[in-house]
Nanobody, 122 residues
Framework: QVQLVESGGDLVQDGGSLRLSCAAS????????MGWYRQAPGKQRELVAG???????NYADSVKGRFTISRDNAKRTAYLQMNSLKPEDTAVYYC????????????????WGQGTQVTVSS
């Protein structure tokens, strides 16, 4: 079993900062890409930022220059540093990880966390 647990969501004022964490646990041989997605009420889930196993990153245009994704492979944890937050960043933020559970069965699977609420007040 693999679990992803997000934390760090909160209520913050316009212009504030938050740091989200996503910790993976369970039967894990290797974590490939990790990413942060968000879903606002009435909208589709969208990719916010992604990071490959080698550390390459990509960002949605709406967060470039404000958000930074990183990972600590030893801790099996991904982070999303969010600065200069805006009310339009309000959403439930989800972590996704592409995980290989065993070297004997090296097929990667997608796993999702339960989500953490980020609310930015104006």
């Amino acid at each position: 079993q693999v679990q992803l647990v997000e934390s760090g969501g909160d209520l913050v004022q316009d212009g504030g900062s938050l740091r989200l964490s996503c910790a993976a646990s369970g039967s894990i041989f290797r974590i490939n890409a990790m990413g942060w997605y968000r879903q606002a009420p009435g909208k589709q889930r969208e990719l916010v930022a992604g990071i490959t196993g080698g550390g390459g990153t990509n960002y949605a245009d709406s967060v470039k220059g404000r958000f930074t994704i990183s990972r600590d492979n030893a801790k099996r944890t991904a982070y999303l540093q969010m600065n200069s937050l805006k009310p339009e960043d309000t959403a439930v933020y989800y972590c996704k990880a592409v995980i290989v559970g065993s070297d004997h069965y090296p097929t990667p699977f997608d796993y999702w966390g339960q989500g953490t609420q980020v609310t930015v007040s104006s």
